[in-house]
């Protein structure tokens, strides 16, 4: 499969748990972007990142967000403490170069009890 | 002003017909612009890109762009049911780093 992936598609955390979203870009792409995406609402950027750097997180909550891209394996989005605010798709994409275009994986489903 | 706003419909078109969805965008400097299908439940699947003024033409897709008047549509010629989504247009904004989505437009292409 040389699209996009993520892992898990489905994730059921309590409050207070942590939450770890996993995404491998497309083979080549080394450009990686996360989005979350509310019920009945919009795509929101949260962060762009390069290999063992985030470019821009100018859309990631400020509290108990954090996202990677380590040099080897795939970008992880990590939400501590989740909240049921928190429930949403959440997204990766990647991109050959920056301004491309972007191919989006299939999503994980974060419910939080 | 939102900076990538659409009609959130939902646009109902005949099967066969012609459905134009529209799009305006604040950011004068953005320069790349896509359009992503995302059918209820899945991830948005990309349909088109554009980056000059005018018209660019896949299959029975059309995106036109008019940078002067911050304004880039996506056509859909020969409409199936299974066209039937919603459309979100996408503009590279704030620099280029950040890819903005409008809310999408609800296409339905009725029988």
């Known amino acids: 499969n040389a699209g996009v992936m993520q892992n898990p598609r489905h994730l059921v955390r309590r409050r207070g748990q942590e939450a770890r979203l996993r995404c491998s870009p497309m083979?080549?792409?080394?450009?990686v972007y996360w989005y979350r995406q509310l019920p009945e609402e919009g795509l929101k950027f949260m962060v762009y990142?390069?290999?063992?750097?985030?470019?821009?997180e100018s859309g990631m909550p400020k509290e108990r967000f954090s996202a990677e891209f380590p040099k080897e394996g795939p970008s992880i989005l990590r939400i501590q403490q989740v909240v049921r605010g928190d429930s949403a798709a959440y997204f990766c994409a990647s991109s050959l170069a920056a301004y491309n275009e972007q191919f989006f994986g299939p999503g994980t489903r974060l419910t939080v009890l | 002003q939102k900076e990538v706003e659409q009609n959130s419909g939902p646009l109902s078109v005949p099967e066969g017909a012609i459905a134009s969805l529209n799009c305006t965008y604040s950011?004068?400097?953005?320069?790349?612009f896509f359009w992503y299908r995302q059918y209820s439940g899945k991830s948005p699947e990309l349909i088109m890109f554009?980056?000059?003024?005018g018209d660019k033409e896949d299959g029975r897709f059309t995106a036109q762009l008019n940078k002067a008047s911050q304004y880039v549509s996506l056509l859909i010629r020969d409409s199936q049911p299974s066209d039937s989504a919603t459309y979100l247009c996408a503009v590279y904004t704030g620099g280029g780093n950040k890819l903005t989505f409008g809310t999408g437009t609800q296409l339905k292409v009725e029988l």
């Open positions: 950011d004068r400097g953005s320069q790349s």
């Open positions: 083979k080549g792409h080394s450009h």
């Open positions: 554009i980056y000059s003024n």
């Open positions: 990142l390069q290999k063992e750097n985030i470019i821009d």
